[in-house]
């Protein structure tokens, strides 16, 4: 005896398929479209009007640096005249970009290694007079950059660290401290402490915890510094002009300077584009690299909880 109904087995063969037009998914509305667009509009054209803004004054130095320009080493036709003139002033380009790369990489060095360690006893670790040395921490902030480099100038000098690079990135390390332990406080505050109390727990010392659980965790916020202190040391102009006196020792934005009136007093301005060109060049591919981890590196604090 058969065990279906063979009308029901035709019935059921016969159902026709869903056609594709009504499986396919339902369009917007043409007026919710163009809505859409209306409302996005001004957002498109004011960024796209502060990008113009910000990068004209790199495209029109990038262009000026190889344009012809009387008084320049760069008078017929377009080349690169005024970047020899660049590699062969006084110790050369190679030395100077050397020296600000040593600077930088220093001043990174230092920067992330002690505000990893103080923004992690910040926001782990319970001690006595913890918010009052936080905010004299934050206090230095406070004080204007220049008047203490003839102070620390004298200092650097009593140990032996006058005219000298690593002088100059030790420096610059102590006014990138304050911003740098800020943000590395609530990046650390940003990831739970069940992750190193659960690493603990598996016999992790307060360093191991660190060093395999919370660093991982918190590499945005290294990045964003680093990113940090690399701009602010490879720019600087004033520390390295008020602790530097040998002229082989300079950095290149100082070596920049020095250029522009190297003549009797007369601008080489090809050259001083030139020199600009290749400061903004590190910084701008850096940036570009790293701008998905700068942002979230800001964004850990205000994700917290």
């Not at 103080?118 to 206090?139: D, E, M, Q, S, W």
């Not at 006014?175 to 402490?193: D, K």
């Not at 006196?245 to 030139?274: H, K």
């Amino acid at each position: 005896m058969p065990t279906g109904s063979p009308s029901t087995s035709t019935a059921t063969a016969e159902q026709p398929s869903a056609s594709p037009a009504a499986t396919a998914a339902p369009t917007a509305p043409a007026g919710t479209t163009i809505a859409g667009v209306a409302l996005r509009t001004p957002y498109w054209v004011l960024t796209g009007a502060l990008a113009l803004i910000f990068l004209f004054p790199l495209v029109w130095t990038a262009v000026a640096s190889i344009a012809p320009q009387a008084g320049t080493n760069q008078t017929d036709g377009w080349g690169f005249g005024n970047y020899q003139t660049l590699t062969n002033y006084q110790a050369g380009i190679w030395r100077y970009l050397a020296n600000s790369a040593f600077v930088s990489g220093l001043t990174v060095l230092l920067t992330l290694l002690v505000s990893l360690l103080g923004g992690y006893a910040f926001a782990r670790f319970r001690f006595p007079g913890k918010n009052v040395l936080f905010l004299i921490t934050l206090a230095i902030l406070m004080v204007p950059y220049a008047t203490l480099l003839i102070p620390l100038y004298v200092l650097l000098n009593q140990v032996g660290l006058q005219n000298s690079l690593v002088g100059v990135a030790l420096v610059l390390t102590v006014f990138q401290l304050p911003f740098s332990t800020f943000l590395m406080r609530i990046s650390f505050e940003a990831v739970p402490r069940e992750l190193d109390e659960a690493a603990m727990v598996d016999g992790c010392s307060s360093f191991g915890a660190l060093w395999r659980v919370l660093v991982p965790a918190v590499k945005p916020g290294m990045i964003t510094v680093g990113l940090f202190a690399f701009l602010a040391a490879w720019n600087d102009f004033m520390a390295p002009l008020i602790l530097i006196n040998d002229s082989e020792r300079m950095t290149l934005p100082l070596a920049v300077s020095n250029l522009r009136g190297q003549v009797q007093g007369v601008v080489d301005y090809g050259a001083t584009e030139a020199g600009v060109v290749v400061l903004a060049l590190p910084c701008m591919v850096l940036f570009l690299l790293l701008q998905r981890h700068y942002v979230r590196g800001f964004m850990s604090g205000a994700l917290k909880g």
